[in-house]
């Protein structure tokens, strides 16, 4: 029985009911993905909206569902491969990842990921604007001030800010 209960450390309250996702509790992060349950997931909400993201899109509900309960989807954007950070603010969606597109490759022959952060119009997930970033975000590493700064935690430490 114990061997089949959730065990990621996000939790997130889906279709009224609270879904657990992501890495182990108290594992180190090396040790990737719960085995159950462990898929990659972000909710934000607010009053008139919901953004889910999960690996290769972010997804606008509405706040209606179908006859069924199922959630109806506005919009779709698969710009981010691997969205790690979303929020909500009056005029945009800002959410922050690795790109879906690959760098062509470096001196050394690798390919390494590009990392952006992108704001979408929240009534159609069309781009307003989006700028790169040097590395990864840090999971839930994005705040938005505010007067409209996008804020941004990398995972390396540094601290990037888009605004004035």
């Not at 209960?5 to 879904?19: K, M, Q, S, T, Y």
């Not at 180190?28 to 889910?52: A, K």
């Not at 989807?73 to 969606?93: F, S």
């Not at 994005?142 to 007067?147: C, G, P, T, V, Y």
Request: charged letters at 25%; proline letters at 9%.
């Amino acid at each position: 029985m114990f061997q089949r209960a959730p065990r990621g450390r996000e939790l997130f309250v889906v279709d009224n009911e609270v879904r657990v996702f992501d890495q182990l509790l108290y594992a180190p992060p090396e040790n990737g993905p719960s085995r159950y349950f462990g898929g990659h997931f972000l909710q934000v909400s607010s009053t008139d909206m919901v953004i889910r993201a999960t690996n290769n899109r972010l997804v606008r509900l509405a706040t209606e569902k179908t006859e069924d309960g199922k959630p109806i989807g506005v919009w779709q954007n698969t710009t981010l491969r691997d969205p790690r950070a979303l929020a909500i603010c009056r005029n945009a969606v800002v959410a922050a990842g690795e790109v879906a597109r690959v760098n062509p490759q470096e001196e050394d022959g690798e390919t390494r990921p590009s990392h952006a952060v992108l704001a979408l119009d929240p009534s159609n997930g069309k781009p307003i604007w989006s700028q790169p970033l040097p590395t990864a975000p840090a999971p839930w590493g994005l705040a938005i001030s505010r007067d409209g700064d996008v804020i941004i935690t990398l995972v390396d430490g540094r601290v990037v800010c888009f605004g004035s």
